[in-house]
């Protein structure tokens, strides 16, 4: 089952328990409502303001950290062309019978770290290209220090490479970082509760109000959606995949 499809079966299971916990709620509220004095709710107000008020937040604390890392990952796509693009230039100052042969690794080297991103979600591929990019680093570097030494050339080229495979580790490191699962945890669950509240405060109400009902379980159910299609961009509909195209240009350029 792809990550699209999870998301969307979880933001339909999220809607449709808010729509099933709002009935609860409104039907729990009218069997309480003759049995309860008016002056028994007076605080009630108070509580379900700071349920709400602490799913607000929790959303809006969710939503900027998965847009924020979402702008940072774009970033270091266009990072990592730059740092690939200074090194390759700069193989020029490298003795010329070294130069072709430096150059090729180059292109193997980048197409290794573009078929790594293509591969997602199969991780067994994303595993085998990033071990063939790795080894492709190990040698560039190697290769560079051996032309390099004793040469003015080191200064120029080796700090660039330096530059260039640490990107990647960054890169790998900023696709796994997200918020701990209790969060996530923590976010349905007062969405549900939050529901429930709801649904007793329109107990009062002669009729169900089936719009309201709806549109509060759907803003909530797609605002989770749309969180975790950030925090995953190259598994759902929301993507970086467009900037890879600063790479795909690159390595054009690189024929």
């Known amino acids: 089952m792809t990550f699209t499809v999870q998301a969307a079966l979880l933001a339909v299971g999220i809607f449709a ?146 530059q260039m495979i640490d990107i990647t580790t960054t890169r790998t490191m900023a696709a796994q970082m997200h918020p701990p699962t209790v969060i996530y945890v923590l976010l349905v669950g007062l969405a549900l509760v939050g529901a429930l509240l709801a649904g007793d405060a329109t107990a009062q109400a002669k009729q169900r109000d089936w719009v309201h009902m709806a549109t509060f379980a759907f803003a909530i159910a797609g605002a989770v959606w749309v969180i975790l299609d950030l925090e995953y961009p190259r598994l759902g509909f929301i993507r970086v995949d467009a900037f890879d195209a600063v790479l795909v240009e690159l390595r054009e350029s690189m024929k």
């Open 17 to 162: 328990a808010m729509l099933a916990l709002q009935e609860l709620g409104r039907r729990l509220g009218l069997r309480r409502a003759p049995r309860e004095a008016e002056a028994a709710r007076a605080g009630a107000g108070v509580v379900d303001g700071a349920v709400f008020a602490l799913l607000g937040l929790l959303i809006a604390f969710t939503f900027s950290g998965a847009a924020s890392r979402f702008e940072d990952r774009r970033k270091l796509v266009v990072e990592e062309a730059n740092a690939i693009g200074t090194a390759y230039l700069r193989v020029d100052v490298l003795p010329a019978a070294v130069q072709p042969e430096m150059r090729e690794a180059f292109r193997r080297y980048l197409d290794a770290r573009l078929a790594t991103y293509r591969a997602l979600p199969d991780m067994d591929a994303v595993k085998r290209n990033h071990a063939r990019a790795t080894a492709l680093q190990q040698e560039i570097w190697s290769k560079a220090v051996a032309a390099s030494a004793g040469t003015q050339a080191s200064v120029l080229v080796l700090p660039a490479l330096n």
